[in-house]
């Protein structure tokens, strides 16, 4: 079957991964509205599209912290990605350095850290960090991304308990035997207790910025109380995300919460955003509204299941077509030059 859009992705990996594993990957929490409002969001803002702009010649490349991807899509962390595909984190960091973009690495990796960074030396990587009770193992892991060149730290900030994602209760949810959380093992006991330190203030930013030299990246933040908070504490980033939709079902879409966090930051820290991307429209419209990158979750999990590494290139490889296409459809050769101006929000 051709796979011409991300929604063929999603139908493949539906198809052919195990049940317990799709209903993982596509779980939200409770009855799934953030997750659904996450995509719904995009369908009500519209292009103002300029004509006759001489897009003969286009440049997508950005750069996040400094350092230039080949466009605006990174790979936002998502866990266990074995259960999708053998290799796991590898293909995932093959994937990411083939197309010059960016990875965000978590925590629950089914692969160390130091196979990851072998799979792909010299590829942009970020690592995404939980703070665990234990607080020396988030040390630990800190010190290894670190020393493994990881170029930024991104804190998970939205997790201090599991959402309720109820086909994951039903299906008594976890990994299979053969299947470990490796940035983990002999830490603790992984089963026993929620590893999830949920006593994390903003004072725990400190902490880590005394740990490493490591730019500090936040995500989960929904509101401009919380943007403005995230500045003061000296993070260099901002992550607008929901969990997908994973965590407190009713929050706002991430698209939606965009412009508030934008407008409350004014430019000091980068602004990024993840959640309900589905195609090359959807990036421009984050990028008109503010976001200076996206990272896509669960569509990353449909091109590994497809075919590992070259299956994830596809599917970025798509969003990079139909992101070229819908900037110079819009009017805009260079991403400089993508802005509010470019869109509405329909009337309800």
């Known amino acids: 079957m051709a796979m011409v859009c991300l929604s063929d992705f999603e139908a493949y990996a539906k198809k052919y991964l195990p049940k317990i594993a799709w209903d993982f990957f596509a779980a939200g929490a409770d009855d799934c509205i953030t997750r659904d409002e996450n995509i719904l969001a995009y369908k009500r803002i519209h292009f103002r599209p300029r004509m006759l702009r001489d897009v003969s010649i286009m440049d997508i490349r950005t750069k996040l912290l400094g350092t230039e991807i080949s466009f605006p899509v990174g790979i936002a962390p998502t866990g266990f990605h074995q259960l999708a595909w053998p290799d796991g984190e590898k293909s995932t960091a093959r994937a990411a350095k083939a197309m010059n973009t960016c990875y965000i690495t978590s925590t629950y990796s089914t692969c160390t850290l130091e196979e990851i960074s072998a799979a792909a030396p010299g590829g942009l990587r970020w690592f995404q960090l939980y703070i665990h009770r234990n607080r020396a193992v988030s040390q630990q892991l800190v010190q290894r991304a670190e020393a493994l060149g990881f170029q930024a730290l991104v804190l998970t900030a939205d997790l201090p308990y599991t959402g309720k994602r109820r086909d994951d209760v039903r299906n008594g949810f976890r990994l299979p035997p053969h299947m470990k959380l490796k940035n983990l093992e002999g830490a603790f006991e992984v089963c026993k207790i929620s590893l999830l330190d949920p006593s994390v203030t903003w004072n725990d930013i400190h902490w880590l910025q005394s740990l490493t030299h490591l730019p500090i990246i936040i995500k989960g933040i929904l509101t401009k109380e919380d943007a403005e908070l995230a500045v003061r504490h ?37 602004v990024y955003l993840d959640g309900g991307i589905r195609k090359g429209s959807d990036v421009l419209k984050a990028l008109a509204l503010g976001a200076k990158c996206v990272f ?53």
């Open 234 to 270: 000296g993070v260099q980033g901002i992550i607008v995300s929901n969990h997908g939709g994973r965590q407190l079902d009713g929050g706002p879409a991430t698209i939606d919460a965009l412009v508030e966090v934008v407008e409350a930051v004014q430019g000091r820290v980068e």
């Open 296 to 348: 896509i979750g669960r569509p990353a999990l449909w091109g590994l299941a497809y075919k590992g590494e070259e299956g994830l290139q596809d599917v970025l490889r798509i969003l990079q077509d139909e992101f070229r296409l819908s900037m110079a459809l819009a009017g805009c050769a260079s991403v400089s030059e993508i802005g509010q101006h470019l869109v509405q929000f329909s009337k309800l």
